[in-house]
């Protein structure tokens, strides 16, 4: 959701849209220069959401490269995580969304270990909202796009304040077959296994424009990339994804692609689940 004018508009937009949840950047999304919200728009959106009884997810600014080998980009990273966390504490949001970027070549482990000092560096040194990692789609030197690779970054930095956002564009693009029923059982169990049910904090419900494990992060309307409406439906089904939060990133081609997606959302809920709406 946009907070063109203030951030306070975003809840309000979002209630308008009958929405239960939203996801936005408190920065602009591709600049490091910062300018969070005021203490009047902050008390504003808390009041929006909670009147709406909304939840707010926040996202990190495409920008960033929490494992870049590049000094200046890899600090000035840990500075905006850091920002963006405390935006959150000010705004009343418990969660964060942080891409974990790409090791430019330099190798897995120098990667791994320089994502893993940027998180533990950012948390230490603000106190509530926890960081989501949202996996990535496998594209060239990314970090993040298996299950063990993001197991392994938890078990590393070692606190309760760090979680996945689970992007079904991306795990589709990695390789993990989201179109099948028998699929999404193969990942639904290797997640549990590898990271756990209780660490997912948020879905990005996205389909995917490209073949499974194109490594290619192109997000595309609801039912009809290739995962498609059988594979929402098994997903919705498993237990982890059964219920929670969901947030779709669906394009904008054409005026009316956003409502047009979460209708098709909810039709595939109904024949899932059977949820009234």
Request: charged share 20%; net charge neutral; proline share 3%.
């Amino acid at each position: 959701m946009s907070i063109a004018g203030s951030v306070a508009n975003a809840p309000r937009n979002a209630a308008a849209m009958g929405l239960g949840c939203f996801q936005i950047f408190t920065s602009n999304a591709r600049s490091w220069e910062h300018k969070g919200p005021g203490k009047a728009e902050c008390a504003e959106f808390i009041k929006c959401v909670k009147g709406h009884d909304l939840a707010a997810f926040a996202h990190m600014p495409y920008i960033c490269n929490l494992s870049s080998g590049k000094r200046e980009v890899h600090e000035k990273s840990i500075q905006a995580l850091v920002a963006n966390i405390r935006d959150c504490e000010a705004l009343g949001i418990g969660y964060l969304v942080a891409h974990l970027g790409s090791h430019l070549g330099k190798g897995v482990e120098p990667g791994m270990e320089r994502l893993c000092d940027a998180l533990g560096t950012a948390l230490h040194k603000t106190e509530r909202v926890t960081v989501l990692m949202e996996n990535s789609s496998g594209y060239k030197n990314s970090m993040g796009s298996s299950f063990g690779d993001l197991g392994r970054i938890l078990d590393t930095v070692g606190t309760d304040r760090l979680g996945i956002c689970f992007d079904t564009c991306h795990a589709f693009a990695a390789g993990y077959d989201l179109s099948t029923e028998a699929g999404v059982e193969r990942v639904v169990e290797e997640f549990e296994s590898q990271i756990g049910a209780s660490r997912l904090g948020l879905v990005h419900l996205n389909d995917a424009k490209f073949p499974l494990g194109s490594g290619r992060d192109r997000h595309w309307h609801i039912g009809k990339g290739f995962i498609g409406d059988q594979g929402f439906i098994s997903l919705f089904r498993s237990k982890p994804f059964s219920r929670g939060s969901f947030v779709m990133e669906t394009p904008m081609s054409r005026p009316g692609d956003d409502t047009m997606n979460y209708l098709a959302t909810k039709r595939i809920i109904r024949a899932s689940i059977g949820v009234q709406l």
